[in-house]
């Protein structure tokens, strides 16, 4: 599978932003999507992920309640809808695919590139 990530950029605190994955790939329908982010001299974490199927979700939480993530099947994409923004979110931000129990676990073995997002206050 292959994951291209876009969205991303610069935004006060309190604001929004809206990051976007999209799996291509014989097998892409077939993998939860979801998204990490890593912080300077942070190790990367979980944020929040959507399933193949049955539409479950999970989320970090430190964002739950902040961040939406939804998903098109039609399109195997996903979009992290990130509100309330905070310093502390400053990131980069990377699309990952694989089975639900490694992604939630932080072992996805297929990662788009990263995008950056910084909060200022």
């Known amino acids: 599978v292959q994951l291209q990530a876009s969205g991303g950029g610069s935004v006060q605190a309190g604001g929004s932003l809206r990051l976007s994955c999209v799996a291509t790939?014989?097998?892409?329908?077939?993998?939860?999507l979801g998204w990490f982010r890593q912080a300077p001299g942070k190790e990367r974490e979980f944020v929040a992920a959507?399933?193949?199927?049955?539409?479950?979700?999970w989320y970090a939480d430190a964002v739950k309640d902040r961040f939406t993530i939804s998903r098109d099947y039609a399109k195997n994409a996903v979009t992290l809808q990130m509100n309330s923004l905070k310093p502390e979110d400053t990131a980069v931000y990377y699309c990952?695919?694989?089975?639900?129990?490694?992604?939630?676990?932080?072992?996805?073995?297929?990662w788009g590139q990263g995008t950056l997002v910084t909060v200022s206050s």
């Open positions: 990952a695919a694989d089975l639900d129990v490694r992604l939630v676990a932080g072992q996805p073995r297929n």
């Open positions: 959507f399933s193949s199927m049955g539409g479950k979700t």
């Open positions: 790939g014989d097998s892409a329908a077939t993998y939860t």
